[in-house]
């Protein structure tokens, strides 16, 4: 992490050094050059260095004294812009009033300035003298490795829990004699999932041994030699080269191993494969003579599982379930096997619990079973086992190291964005648009030639991944990362990491309380759920603040209106914003903002680039409380806007009236209120999502040029149909949006359900001027009376997502619908099509994945033709009164899962008797509610 840092501040402090005006740092340029010089040559002691691990204290002291430094000059450098954009020439224009008050302080200012530099130039020096005493280098590379561990060594049973269907599969796909061309096979999975004692299992086959002429079996470590390997498999399948005099030289050995493969039906398993590159150099050795050979390789990166082989179907390791948890946790307990209904009464709930504690990690649940091991048998003894687990501690540091060398070997930029994990509380709906926005603004993404700094962002996020570090929760239209979480053990090791590396200090109930926040002076903060005792609470050194209150279920006025919730929480309230001079990243979340005082807005935070008010309660005049420079998100879902007369009151609109910000790339509203922002001044926008905007303002719009996603929401208070000046201007802004991808129209909900007004004048794609790139398309609104989907050039080509409600189209949509060739999922919802029946026909849908049809109230008969819709996978079925029995589903094999929210009580009752042949070959059938008499009317 130090070399992070170093690479860091060194491209800051060249961006800094071409940026600025030469009068501006003509006292300290010197200084800058000078740390530049220190800094590159420490860079150099420490590159490579990261991927290791280290245990001599004198390097641990070395390298904490790096990073301090890297974090004090990244510290020095924000301060000193302040400084200059306060005090400097580009200052406002009250400043320059005073200009000659403003160039004395000034230049004072600069004078300490270059005092400061000198002495942190002069710590560079010395530290870069103790690392080359040290021999840094030498002891840095002098690390061992951590192998892993094999949850099954420790029992006697040959068997392992969850894994034996795992093996049948992988064993009947090696034997597999249509396929004659060698193949890879693949096992990913996060380190402790069971790959190994997989492979091991497979490996000992009877079966397989049978079959293949030969066998071999190498473990790669990360530090390796590439001809070591190769030898290895070479004295494996012939032993006999061993004794070979003179030996075998390096340069034979791709030869020599090739010749003796040719011959024979090779099985070789290549165990913990890390990176493509030495995939690609092995492989230069393993022949492909068509003879049913065949490579398992196991590896914690999806990415060398697709470059290994793309035509072989990847074998992903799951968690354990709860029951496979607690069954291999009685067993290592217990060191035999014991059946389910043996399990003792009196440890059963305890040991459900020690069992959640693992996440159905088999490694985590071997290492608590090995601890169980040496305690009594009894309720206290287990008790007592549960409340002092730490798997930082002697008993969990093996679990720990092994999941810490996916970490370790990940790339300086990707260690960050892992480390930023750390902030969010236990079981946090993490969002992935949130997560990258913040890591734009915290500098982490690297600069590339290649598409926009999102786009890069979106791949860092892709490759943690792959990598197995993170779970995607669930997938947005376009195959992103919607939501997403990590393991708890892989949770515990950000935290871990992130406080030894001074990355972020988290401030949590259990924690230190937040009034040590300024004695602490973290560089990044997270406040989970904390009260704060003392006002004016601050830390000048932080970037990033994050603020998580206590969320409480909200109500709904007399008008219909959701009475935003508030935090139980109020102590963010006496946080000082204003003195977070250095802050980057602000986020709050289930905070009373109207309850701040005028000294604490952050009228001062021109560094800040991302804010996020998620779920606040905020003045409608906060634009005036800000001050924003290089603001470039803006995201204020589910937020409301207080109206500051009446705090009873929700506000309608923003006021926006003097704010520009040039700099502002992605504004994310609530839909509540309105956002009245001069749009003509803000060129640099590419996203305007759920964003409020009365129909006089659209026009705007079509001076952001770079807009890739447009959702707006009309006003509240727009309840006449649109005209056609309004609709004109609308296509006047998808004119010149050449790269919108996402189009989303939308009328306030509770006034759909109460008007008639046909308010959308949609008449296909000569309504929508860049439809040939918009992927996804939602519709909220009732369409011109005599409208309908009368052809398929009513819609995009290449349109992915389609929503439509409140639509109330009378001719079923579904035989136009169905021929869209790109189209993977359609909502229908909220009446947008009021008729009784519906038909799909064959070959209709070919690449739909996911159909869900929400409350069309009219729907009686569905009727499904055998070769439609060949791929869904998911379906979903909410609250259709009419719908008194399924359609045809049997003929959709593919399905994977069917959920049915409020059926009407035919329905529900046809799952269990006449429909029941339909729906049983589906893996995954939900019914909600579960039972009936909790149905509401």
Known sequence: ???????????????????????????????????????????????????????????????????????????????????????????????????????????????????????????????????????????????????????????????????????????????????????????????????????????????????????????????????????????????????????????????????????????????????????????????????????????????????????????????????????????????????????????????????????????????????LTRRDRTYSAWSKVEETIDWSNEDGEKCMQILAKSYEDLPDHLKSCFLYFAAFPEDYRISGRHLTGMWMAEEFIPKGRCGTMEDRAEKCLEELVQRCLIQVTKKSWNGYCKYCSMHDLLRDLAIHKAKEENFFTVFSKAEENVNQLAARKPRRAALQFCTLTEDGVYSENTCSLLCFGEEVRGVRNNNGFRLFPVSKVCGFSKLNYSCFSLLRVLTLQNVDMTKFTPRQWPKGLIHLTYLGLRECRIPQDIFKKFTFNNLETIDFEKSRAINNADEDCVGETIDLSDAVIPTLRHVYGSGEFCLPLKWNLHPNLQTVKNVSINTECIADLKWCINLRTLGIEIGTRELLPWGQVAWQNLKDVLRSSEQLVYLSIKYPVHELRRTSVQMLPFGGTKDLPCHGKIQKLRLHGKWDRNTYVRSLEMFPTNLTKLTLAFSWLHVDPMPILERLQSLSILNLTFDSYVGTGMICLTGGFPKLKKLKLHRLSQLWHWDIIEGAMPILTHLEISDCKMLHAFPELQKVRTLQELLVKWPSHELRESMQGKDLHKIEHIPSVRIWPEKEEYMLN
């Open 1 to 371: 992490m130090a070399e992070a840092i170093v690479s860091a501040v060194l491209g800051k402090l060249a961006d800094f050094l071409i940026n600025k005006a030469q009068d501006q740092l003509e006292d300290v340029r010197e200084q800058i050059e000078q740390m530049q010089q220190e800094l590159r040559l420490i860079h150099a002691l420490l590159r490579d260095a990261n991927s290791k691990r280290n245990t001599n204290e004198l390097v641990t002291e070395w390298l904490n004294q790096v990073k301090e430094i890297g974090d004090k000059i990244d510290s020095v450098i924000d301060t000193f812009r302040v400084n200059i954009e306060q005090t400097g020439p580009e200052s406002s224009n009250w400043l320059r009033k005073k200009m000659a008050a403003v160039k004395r302080s000034y230049k004072t200012y600069k004078h300490g300035m270059r005092k400061e530099l000198e002495g942190i130039t002069q710590n560079l020096n010395r530290i870069l003298q103790r690392g080359i005493q040290l021999g840094i280098q030498d002891k840095l590379g002098a690390l061992d490795d951590v192998d892993d561990l094999d949850p099954s060594d420790k029992l006697d049973d040959p068997e392992v829990v969850g894994l034996e269907d795992d093996k049948g599969k992988i064993i009947k796909q090696l034997l597999d004699s249509s396929i004659s061309r060698r193949t890879v096979l693949s096992i990913v999975g996060t380190g402790g999932l069971g790959k190994t004692t997989l492979a091991k299992k497979v490996y000992k086959s009877a079966e397989l041994e049978r079959h293949f002429h030969c066998r071999a079996w190498l473990s790669i470590s990360q530090k390796y030699d590439l001809n070591d390997l190769w030898r290895e498999i070479l004295y494996s399948i012939e032993p006999q080269m061993k004794n070979k005099n003179p030996p075998i030289t390096d340069g034979d050995l791709v030869l020599k191993l090739k010749s003796s493969l040719r011959r024979k039906r090779y099985l070789i398993i290549l165990d913990d494969i890390w990176d493509i590159n030495l995939w690609e150099q092995l492989e230069k050795a393993l022949p492909d003579e068509n003879n049913e050979s065949r490579v398992i390789i196991t590896t914690r990166n999806l990415d060398v599982a697709k470059a290994a082989d793309c035509n072989t179907d990847i074998h992903k390791i799951d968690y354990l379930n709860d029951a496979e948890g607690l069954a291999l946790l009685f067993r290592r307990a217990f060191q035999r096997q014991i059946q389910s209904e043996n399990y003792p009464g009196d440890l059963l709930e305890i040991a459900k619990r020690l069992t959640k504690k693992c996440g159905g990690l088999p490694l985590a649940l071997v290492v608590l079973g090995g601890i």
